[in-house]
């Protein structure tokens, strides 16, 4: 059969586009005019396909996957203050979403209290909750079922105490800790890659992650106490095949350091799970979901001898590209998103969420909230893909994109292997210099119409658009404020300084640090508190600013 | 400021926020084009700005502010550079800052400010005509 | 004979198969939920390569632009030139109509799709006692060939491709003759006209029944005459559109779409051979209008399907030997059926899958519905948008890489197989009734189609088809959140137009014009040769149809 041959006179007898350069996808890839079965010729479906819920799980990782339970429709949750947040949960639960999403405002995720001075004219932004103390997290965490309910922290350096809180909210409660299920985002690997919201150096990071994972292993079973995360990879300039490789190794390497910690691999690995960007480009992106399944299934089982089967199951969330959304037309995004959705969904996606038609000038608004809700019910109930699992199985195209893309990923992992690991990757630029010429790149075929954006590029419109931020309540930081000076007042000052000195002693030995925390917290210790005296300790992380 | 030499701009982010994708791809452009680019960083403090500013005799000053900050941020920087002398520099910068606030922050002397889907030759043109005076 | 995988790997891979389905998949609860495709086709949790195993990838695949067609109609598909854009457009006065068009081809449209009113669907005057409220509604009004002049005014008919959809051969007949007549008189050739017509006489008999409507066996004549002209006079015109959309829009299956289509056309093919036409001189311009509708998958399938069905046909049944001839090419519209009024936003996120649902089908040109679609005639808001969403689906989702690159899919295959199965047996059932004519004429087709209708309104009222905002996710919605269309004022002005014209045209060439007509009927000829120099006169499309009402009678379809 010759597929070649046919291949080669459709290239040069057909009317071509100028360049057959120009079909590339986002990850650079050459694509071919036609995939024919001689392109996966080499394919050995049992090896390489499996079924689905059994290794190497590039098919699905459950058994009956949509069929019997469809996909987590996690829509984010937060809003400045701790309790109209928690009124926005509410309403978005009884809008049909299955689970929450909760970020922080920028002064939590920098570590630093509503009173710190340079949280000033931050406090409650970007569609963050501000959070301080324990009070917060009660508010917070009001009237919803702590073991029904899966919360997602998009929570990072500070979650060691987001988690603390957590815990101590919950034994108040009198739910006991193993039935919390849930999710700490927790990936400090990628803050160093591509987020920037570290604080110490990476090796006492990898500490706190490590104390983390043997907390959760022995109390909270049920927790996910690393979201792996790919998104931010992806948001600051990293290809398709690049988030996945650098995902999948930060991966391993979380698997190494639990190992280290003196962790059983299959005791933890389970609990592992992923966070994904999904592109704009759609079968790419299908083929970057498996490939990540079977790449993940197979080093847990050859390098790291998993037994159980669960700690060889990639477990993705994902998330609709928010950088490929345009300001101009607004309405243009409903169909980005929807066509990124369908895509998470036919990469077998765990859970999704949908960004809202107006991300590009504002936090959503209840309305385009539930617009963004609504596509994932209608790919869910009306489209009918959800009949039969993994079904571009087989497609010539998507099994050759997907064993290219793992093909690809394994040279990333010989780089970034040679310079030594991850963490002396992060340390030589390696991370920072490929995101940035990958970013550069992107801006340069936008503005060399290389790439095109609908209505920014191309059909562009003279439009009278504008930056909706957010109307927060201006009494709203000062408000915050106040209430935590009172609580700073009103607290056991003894108790306090005993608490944070028990800190200060443990992070200078070994122990786990969260039987530490949990203490501090019930006693009404700030967040900017614990890593205040965190810092002295550990000291403070500067990057080498490569652009 | 004598004509002929390349301009020295400073490039920051002042602020908790983190994202640093789009400041440095304006970095990166700004020095292709051929200016003096000094990358001040992430997490930087309205002062520690002014002063780099000052200490390397730039010409303009471009912020990244993503988070919402700016009318506080902003007029911190317009007020020291006032005390400092320093009021020739240019301050210019990008982010999610909405109309009404840009009327407001250039009426306090902000150049510009240039939000989502602005090409950057459009900075670069700016920043060449501007400061060619 | 090409199989992909050896027998001892299929056999393997099925015991595997069963294996997994009995220890591993079977639900805990027991009895399992039947999963179907929205046309009822069972889907099986799992496809693997067992279950195309019987496959012949050269026979029954192959290659784009070769047969069987099925991966696609052109060698170089998306990469080569993308889908056509064409949007529909048409409502109040030509006047109005005119001035869309020219928005439309300004903001990137490539083509042009236009819709007319009720009333000249139908075959009637706008001022027509029948047809007065319904003036301006549902497309443009047209009455005379100035209406058709000024409806294409400032437009470069010779360049751009033009889309009428005349619905019915009795709109058709006389509105594209208007269209030809038109061109003549601003002296572009006929054999330069790009363009396509509807002109499907199901759609007259058993879609969108009207008032006095010709006979089933007439309306086919009146659908025939236009393509044998078109045929002879303008070559690069697609005189007919077989309309599966519409018939999908009642109610009818996927695979009842495809067969109902492939059945019209076969019908026209032997009655212009019968004429004396070679095949390879008019198939190559059938063309074909079908639905994308919600089941993502199954619609896919079904435009694979309906390609190699086609070819089959063609080549083993007529013998055609031009490859033009055995191309199936289609323009799809996505379901309007499919919207919603409530929660109208939400219409957004379904017609872009559906969308896209064609173009990985490999459809020629695509018309996606605006927002609004259940509510009204779309606004320029709705229209820019659906516009943006073939632009997005083109320039930014990539999937114009590669061609058909879904083939291969263990589960795409061999649903294409299923509908494949499906559309053959009604095929055979309507051969076995003498052709589709008659069983247009003895109503089987009215009750296929409303079987299938109420079977789908059924499985919404039960929730067994759930849509969103409709039986699941309901809201309270106090108002609609946008501008709804309103209908520009189009009576009174076409009423002025018509009263002029009477007065300044020559009667008697219109009552001769007339009579030719009646002749032409009573011997049979090519009506559409005569209504061409007829509409010249400045006869009214309601006079021209009227005299065809007077020769053939009007025909009271069955009742269901």
């Given amino acids: 059969m010759n597929n070649q041959k046919a291949t080669e006179t459709i290239e040069s007898g057909g009317k071509g586009s100028s360049g057959e350069d120009s079909f590339k996808n986002l990850s650079g890839f050459k694509i071919k005019a036609l995939y024919g079965p001689e392109d996966i010729s080499h394919l050995n479906p049992e090896t390489d396909l499996g079924l689905p819920g059994e290794y190497p799980f590039t098919r699905g990782i459950h058994k009956t996957m949509y069929r019997q339970r469809p996909w987590t429709i996690r829509q984010l949750g937060s809003l400045d203050s701790p309790s109209r947040a928690n009124e926005r949960i509410r309403q978005l639960l009884e809008m049909g979403a299955t689970g929450i999403s909760l970020c922080l405002d920028m002064p939590t995720i920098m570590g630093r209290d509503s009173d710190d001075p340079l949280a000033e004219g931050e406090v409650g932004s970007c569609g963050g909750v501000a959070i301080d103390s324990i009070e917060d997290m009660r508010n917070l965490l009001e009237g919803i079922s702590l073991d029904e309910i899966s919360i997602n922290f998009v929570s990072n350096s500070q979650s060691s105490v987001i988690l603390a809180m957590f815990a101590a909210v919950a034994e108040e409660r009198h739910v006991p800790l193993e039935k919390l299920t849930g999710t700490m985002q927790n990936d400090i690997l990628k803050e160093y890659q591509a987020q920037k919201s570290f604080y110490f150096p990476p090796r006492p990071s990898m500490r706190l992650t490590t104390d983390t994972l043997s907390f959760c292993n022995e109390h909270m079973p049920r927790f996910n106490p690393i979201s792996i995360s790919g998104y931010h990879l992806a948001s600051a300039g990293a290809t398709p095949v690049q988030e996945l490789a650098f995902t999948l190794a930060n991966g391993f390497t979380y ?95 765990q859970s999704l969420h949908t960004n809202s038609f107006d991300e590009a000038v504002s936090i959503p ?136 000195n028990d800190i200060r002693e443990v992070s200078q030995g070994s122990n786990n640090l969260m039987p530490a925390l949990i203490k501090a917290v019930k006693s009404y210790v700030t967040l900017g508190e614990i890593i205040g005296v965190m810092k002295g300790v550990f000291g403070e992380y500067r990057e080498d600013s490569i652009y | 400021m004598s004509k002929g030499r390349k301009k020295r701009i400073l490039i920051a982010k002042p602020g908790l926020d983190g994202h640093d994708r789009g400041v440095k791809v304006v970095a990166r452009a700004l020095r292709n084009a051929g200016m003096e680019v000094i990358y001040a960083g992430l997490h930087q403090t309205p002062l520690q700005i002014v002063n780099a500013a000052i200490d390397e005799d730039v010409d303009a000053i471009g912020l990244s502010i993503l988070s919402g900050a700016h009318n506080t941020i902003f007029p911190k920087i317009i007020a020291l550079l006032k005390d400092r002398g320093a009021s020739d520099i240019l301050v210019f910068g990008g982010g999610t800052i909405p109309k009404k606030d840009l009327e407001k922050l250039k009426s306090l002397g902000i150049g510009e400010i240039f939000t989502t889907g602005t090409d950057t030759h459009a900075i670069i043109d700016y920043l060449d005509r501007t400061l060619e005076r | 004979m090409s199989r992909l995988f050896d027998n001892s790997v299929i056999e393997e891979i099925d015991r595997e198969k069963n294996r997994w389905h009995k220890q591993v998949y079977q639900p805990a609860e027991g009895v399992e939920k039947v999963f179907e495709t929205l046309s009822g086709i069972p889907v099986e949790p799992l496809y693997t390569p067992a279950d195309t195993a019987g496959m012949d990838y050269l026979n029954d695949l192959g290659f784009p632009g070769e047969e069987p067609y099925v991966r696609g109609v052109h060698p170089t598909m998306y990469r080569g030139r993308t889908w056509t854009l064409r949007q529909l457009a048409g409502f109040g006065p030509p006047e109005e109509t005119n001035m869309r068009y020219k928005f439309l081809l300004k903001e990137g449209a490539t083509g042009i799709n236009g819709v007319f009113d009720y009333p000249t669907l139908r075959g009637f005057d706008s001022t027509d006692p029948f047809a007065r409220a319904d003036a301006g509604r549902g497309g443009v009004a047209i009455d005379t060939i100035e209406d058709m002049r000024i409806l294409f005014d400032g437009i470069s008919i010779d360049k751009i491709s033009s889309s009428l959809v005349t619905c019915q051969p009795i709109c058709n007949i006389t509105v594209q003759s208007m269209y030809f007549a038109n061109a003549q008189m601003r002296n572009v050739p006929l054999d330069k006209l790009t363009g396509t017509s509807q002109n499907d006489f199901l759609m007259e008999t058993v879609i969108t029944v009207a008032p006095e409507i010709l006979p089933p066996k007439f309306s086919f004549k009146l659908s025939c005459d236009a393509i044998e002209y078109c045929t002879k006079h303008v070559p690069r015109w697609n005189p007919i559109s077989f309309a599966g959309y519409n018939y999908r829009e009642a109610g009818c299956s996927a695979a009842q779409e495809v067969a109902f289509v492939i059945a019209n056309a076969t019908a026209c093919s032997e009655e212009l051979i019968r004429r004396g036409l070679d095949v390879d001189s008019f198939a190559p311009r059938l063309s074909f209008f079908l639905s994308a509708h919600s089941d ?232 559409m040769e005569v209504i061409v120099e007829a509409v010249k006169t400045r006869a009214t499309q309601g006079e021209i149809s009227g005299a065809l009402r007077s020769s053939y009678g009007t025909w009271e379809p069955p009742l269901f």
């Fill in chain 1, 255 to 349: 698997v190494e350091e639990g190992i280290g910690a003196g962790l059983s691999v299959d005791s933890f690995a389970p609990r592992l799970s992923f966070f994904f960007k999904v592109h704009n480009d759609f079968f790419e992106n299908i083929a970057k979901f498996r490939a990540a399944r079977r790449i993940w299934a197979k080093t847990m089982r050859e390098r790291f001898k998993a037994k159980d089967r669960r700690s060889c199951i990639l477990r993705v969330h994902a998330q609709t590209s928010g950088s490929s959304l345009t300001a101009h037309q607004a309405e243009n995004n409903i169909i980005r998103v929807t066509t990124q959705a369908l895509s998470a969904v036919l990469g077998g996606t």
């Fill in chain 1, 365 to 500: 608004t209840a309305r385009s909230e539930k617009l963004a809700l609504r596509t994932q019910q209608i790919i869910a109930r009306e489209s009918g893909v959800i009949n039969t699992i993994d079904p571009l199985a087989g497609s010539y195209y998507v099994e050759a994109l997907t064993n290219q893309m793992e093909t690809e990923c394994y040279n990333y992992f010989k780089e970034i292997e040679n310079l030594g690991g991850v963490i002396s990757a992060i340390e030589k630029g390696y991370y920072a210099r490929i995101i940035a010429d990958s970013a550069f790149s992107y801006q340069e075929e936008i503005e060399k119409r290389k790439r095109t954006v609908v209505g920014l590029n191309e059909f562009f419109e003279e439009e009278d658009i504008d930056i909706e931020l957010r109307k927060t309540d201006p009494g709203f930081e000062d408000e915050k404020v106040s209430g935590l000076t009172e609580l700073k007042k009103n607290r056991d000052q003894a108790l306090v300084k005993a608490c944070l």
């Fill in chain 3, 296 to 527: 993502f998958f199954e619609e896919i399938a079904k435009y694979r399907a309906a390609r190699r069905i086609w070819f089959r046909i063609m080549k083993e049944r007529f013998g055609a030997k031009d490859p033009r001839s055995l191309r199936l090419r289609f323009h799809v519209q996505t379901a309007g059926v499919a919207l919603t009024a409530q929660q109208p936003l939400n219409n957004i996120s379904r017609a872009a899958y559906h969308a896209l649902s064609a173009v990985l089908g490999g459809a020629q040109s695509v018309h996606i519905d605006g927002y609004d679609e259940a509510l009204c005639t779309p606004t320029e808001l709705s229209s820019l948008t659906a516009l943006r969403t073939n632009q997005i689906l083109q320039l930014e989702t990539r999937v114009t890489h590669t061609i058909d690159p879904l083939g291969g899919s263990y589960f795409v295959e061999t649903l294409t197989n299923k509908v494949e199965e499906e559309t053959l047996r009604l095929l055979d059932e309507i051969d076995g009734m003498g052709g589709i004519v008659k069983a247009g004429e003895t109503g089987w087709i009215h009750k296929e189609i409303s079987n299938s209708a109420y079977e789908y309104q059924q499985a919404i009222e039960s929730g067994k088809m759930p849509i969103v905002g409709v039986n699941c996710y309901q809201m309270e919605e106090k108002e609609l959140p946008m501008e709804l269309f309103e209908v520009p004022e189009t009576l009174q002005i076409q009423e002025q137009k018509l009263k002029k014209i009477r007065n300044e045209r020559n009667g008697a060439q219109v009552q001769d014009a007339l009579d030719a007509v009646a002749q032409c009927c009573e011997k049979d000829g090519n009506l």
